[in-house]
């Protein structure tokens, strides 16, 4: 069911063929099969993996495509199979739409007025968040979540105050490493964070329990001798952005008898030194489609619609709108390529 007729049109920003740069062309708007969703999009959020296809043609698989990756709008249909319980004709939602995940094919990805999305990879907003702040969350609770199923930690994790548990966000302003900060305090780890001082007390705000400053010459000892004053288990960590081998030397010196484990959202350099007792793994979503699906109905379904209801998790880190239209994506995506600290950046529809 849908409230598009079928033969209408939208407004796509697409990539014609290898090489070529964004145009922006009048496409027919998708019916949803089954499982689909059909999304009109009000604002898309922009991740550095947007920018690096564009530029660098990369982990496209067929052309013409539409990038990008997180949105948030309003249902315009639905499959067959979608129960008008879950999602309701023009309910508000945010999705993971990214057409990676369909081959590239150009039904999919958010940079588009109309977008196709699996249904689990789709979650109700509350009246009390704005597209442009929901357009921020799929992506980055995505990674979060993935990188605690790479490390093999149960999704019904729950640790009290008295199990002593830490978890190490390293990088904790970026947009992923933010969502760590969240998902891991959720889970009830003792966060230890890093980021540049002016986030610090942001950061905190979010749920870590102490922060340090990433670059200060004594950010080991002074996260090492931190661990044992407070006589917490250290042996997990996410990296959202950071030196893979400054972590290292903290987790040799803290994980006892434990493998440390951690989980790096950029890719892991092929250099990075092999210690034994630490393991580097670099994040993504379960590789099997069933299980995947079922990863994905959980994070977005289930998860994040409740803890988004309750107010137990808030889009992060801040949101920065920096244009309005499709015409802005390219600037937008120019400005993410400068640099960002402790903000996403986000192109209101
Ligand atoms: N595996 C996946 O599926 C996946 C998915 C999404 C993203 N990623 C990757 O994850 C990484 C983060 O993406 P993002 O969008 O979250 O990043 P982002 O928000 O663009 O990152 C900006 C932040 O990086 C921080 N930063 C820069 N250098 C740092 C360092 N040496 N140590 C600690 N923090 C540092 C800055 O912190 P301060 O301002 O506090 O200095 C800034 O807030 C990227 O490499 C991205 O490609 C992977």
Known sequence: MASTLPGSHHSALIIAEKGAPHSLVSRVTP????????????????????????????????????LGSDVAGIVAGVGPDILSSTFKLGSRVAAYASSYFHGSHADYGSFQQFTLVAA?????????????EASILPMSVSVAMSAWWTID?????????????????WGAS?????????????MGFHVYATCSPRHHEYIR????????????PNVVSAIVDSIKEDKLSLYQCFLGRGDL????TILEQVRGDNVARIASAPIVPPDARQVDGVVVTFVQTPADPVEARGYFRWV????????????????SPHLKIVGKGLEDVDRALDKLNQGVSGSKLVVEL
Not at 205 to 216: E, H, I, K, P, T
Not at 245 to 248: A, N, P
């Open 205 to 216: 705000g979010l749920g870590a329990d102490r922060v340090f400053d990433y670059q200060s």
């Open 153 to 169: 930690m149960p999704r019904d994790t729950k640790y009290a105050p008295q199990d002593k548990r830490a978890m190490l966000v």
């Open 31 to 66: 019916q949803p099969g089954p499982g689909q969703i059909l999304i009109e999009v009000k604002a898309i959020a922009l991740n550095p993996v947007d920018a690096f296809q564009r530029d660098h043609s990369a982990l496209i698989a067929t052309y013409p495509t539409v």
């Open 300 to 315: 977005f379904n289930e998860w994040l619609k409740e803890k988004l209801a309750t107010g137990e998790y808030v889009p």
């Open 120 to 132: 689990e990879k789709v979650t109700p907003l509350p009246d009390s968040l704005s597209f442009c």
């Open 174 to 186: 970026t947009s992923v490493g933010s969502a760590a900060v969240q998902t891991a305090k959720s």
């Open 245 to 248: 081998e400054t972590i290292t």
